[in-house]
């Protein structure tokens, strides 16, 4: 039975960092993709961050350019996303997802459709 868990999130002032982390158990090796989505309440389900397990490309919405990092510990089934120059509109749930077969650019990488498992989620408060 696969599943993820997330940690790491917290309440911070605009401007601070988080490091969030995604564990997956219940899975040997992982092909495809994983990425971090987050909901605000009243919005849909974003993705803001895609990694490929085999080779490690990387992907993110606009949105986060340039502040958010996601990266992976090999050969633990273990995403990571920094989180830097935190802004109130960051403010959200965030979720692991993962897609164990498929690589990132295989359908639509930002819709939650693609995605087989999902974590219970972590709460990113960011305060101006």
């Known amino acids: 039975q696969v599943q993820l868990v997330e940690s790491g999130g917290g309440s911070v002032q605009a401007g601070a960092s988080l490091r969030l982390s995604c564990a997956a158990s219940?899975?040997?090796?992982?092909?495809?993709?994983m990425a971090w989505f987050r909901q605000a309440p009243g919005k849909e389900r974003e993705g803001v961050a895609f990694?490929?397990?085999?080779?490690?490309?990387?992907y993110y919405a606009d949105s986060v350019k340039g502040r958010f990092t996601i990266s992976q510990d090999n050969p633990k089934p273990t995403v990571y996303l920094q989180m830097n120059n935190l802004k109130p509109e960051d403010t959200a749930m965030y979720y692991c997802?993962?897609?164990?077969?498929?690589?990132?650019?295989?359908?639509?990488?930002?819709?939650?459709?693609?995605?087989?498992?999902w974590g219970q989620g972590t709460q990113v408060t960011v305060s101006s």
């Open positions: 990694i490929q397990r085999s080779g490690g490309n990387t």
């Open positions: 997802a993962l897609d164990i077969w498929r690589p990132c650019t295989s359908g639509t990488m930002a819709s939650p459709a693609k995605y087989n498992y």
């Open positions: 219940g899975v040997t090796y992982i092909y495809g993709c």
